[in-house]
Nanobody
Framework: QVQFVESGGGLVQPGGSLRLSCVGS????????MSWYRQAPGKERELVAH????????IYAPAVKGRFTVSRDNAKKTVYLQMNSLKPEDTAVYYC???????????RGPGTQVTVSS
């Protein structure tokens, strides 16, 4: 069964940085495109970043482009999200996901809370 464990969230001041990690299991990690999503209270889930398995090509949501960087270490079955110049509007629970389609039952990990506040 596909499962993820996200970590690295926390409370940070505006302008600060965090590095999120997500360890995947239950699938062939180095053959899976990976995505980071976020969901804030009362808001729709948002695709933040995506990285392909084959070439490591990346795409980003306009709101985070230039501030966030997604990367992966296939040997560790881990995908990362480096977040710099954080803003209060980045506050959300961050989840990783296999591909871009979120399962009907929802994300397969607990997520990690990111709070940006002074």
């Amino acid at each position: 069964q596909v499962q993820f464990v996200e970590s690295g969230g926390g409370l940070v001041q505006p302008g600060g940085s965090l590095r999120l990690s997500c360890v995947g299991s239950g699938f062939t990690f180095d053959e899976g495109n990976m995505s980071w999503y976020r969901q804030a209270p009362g808001k729709e889930r948002e695709l933040v970043a995506h990285i392909t398995y084959y070439s490591g090509s990346t795409i980003y949501a306009p709101a985070v482009k230039g501030r966030f960087t997604v990367s992966r270490d296939n040997a560790k079955k881990t995908v990362y999200l480096q977040m710099n110049s954080l803003k209060p509007e980045d506050t959300a629970v961050y989840y990783c996901n296999l591909g871009v389609n979120v399962p009907a039952e929802g994300f397969r990990g607990p997520g990690t809370q990111v709070t940006v506040s002074s």
